[in-house]
């Protein structure tokens, strides 16, 4: 299936900038010199692990979100993330649409995620919902779960294409001071191999970071509490 993120908020379709001050950050605090790089829908036994190789090569920090469920099947790989100087956040349990669930859903969800990430020693603060689809009932049960919200400025969409040049030149249209980044360290939910495509395009994001006189860091870096 192909992934196809979208924002949604209080019910309607809502540009990424128009969501509620509060309710959902999509990038950190102004004046920012940092940029947050992202990976989500992870563990995945084979990407991420490749991906740390590289963030380690080029000295770049990130924030990954995984899914609590794959969590569950790799657990190892959470404590290799931190072991090697990044942050973890969660993604949710499950990786379905959440236009079209109620709310009791959408609790349950972020309350089992909370769950297994505990029981690898993360109490997260941020919470990505899949799809980027932040309805009003994911907002409020966020919230309700001492969660923030964060979607992102500046995507790869690796699923797309199997060009790492495109994916490079993507980020760098919308990378400034700030940003928040979007990549994968799974194909579970998009393309067949789509995170060797944003592997690949790691080296020119890195030099677009740092010609921008930019540093890469975790989220609670960007965005201190």
Excluded: N
């Amino acid at each position: 299936m192909q992934y196809v993120p979208s924002t949604v908020a209080l019910g309607q379709w809502t540009p990424l900038r128009a969501l509620p001050g509060g309710l959902c950050r999509w990038r950190g605090r102004r004046g920012a010199d940092a940029v947050a790089l992202t990976f989500d829908d992870g563990p995945h036994p084979e990407a991420t692990p490749a991906v740390l190789d590289e963030l380690d090569r080029l000295g770049l920090r990130a924030t990954f979100f995984p899914l609590a469920s794959a969590v569950e099947a790799h657990p190892g790989l959470v404590h290799e993330i931190l072991g090697r100087g990044h942050e973890v956040e969660t993604h949710g349990h499950r990786h379905l649409h959440h236009l079209g669930k109620g709310p009791r859903w959408v609790a349950h969800d972020i309350r089992s995620a909370i769950e297994v990430m505990g029981s690898v020693g993360v109490r997260p603060r941020w919470y990505r919902p899949s799809y980027g689809q932040a309805t009003a009932a994911t907002l409020v049960a966020a919230r309700a779960a001492g969660l923030e919200t964060v979607l992102w400025s500046s995507w790869g969409r690796e699923w797309a294409t199997e060009r790492p040049d495109e994916v490079a030149a993507r980020i760098a249209r919308r990378l400034g001071p700030a940003s928040i980044v979007l990549l994968h360290d799974s194909d579970a939910f998009g393309s067949p191999g789509m995170w060797r495509v944003g592997l690949a395009a790691l080296p020119a994001i890195a030099e677009v970071i740092a010609r921008r006189g930019l540093r890469a860091v975790t989220l609670d870096e960007l965005v201190p509490a």
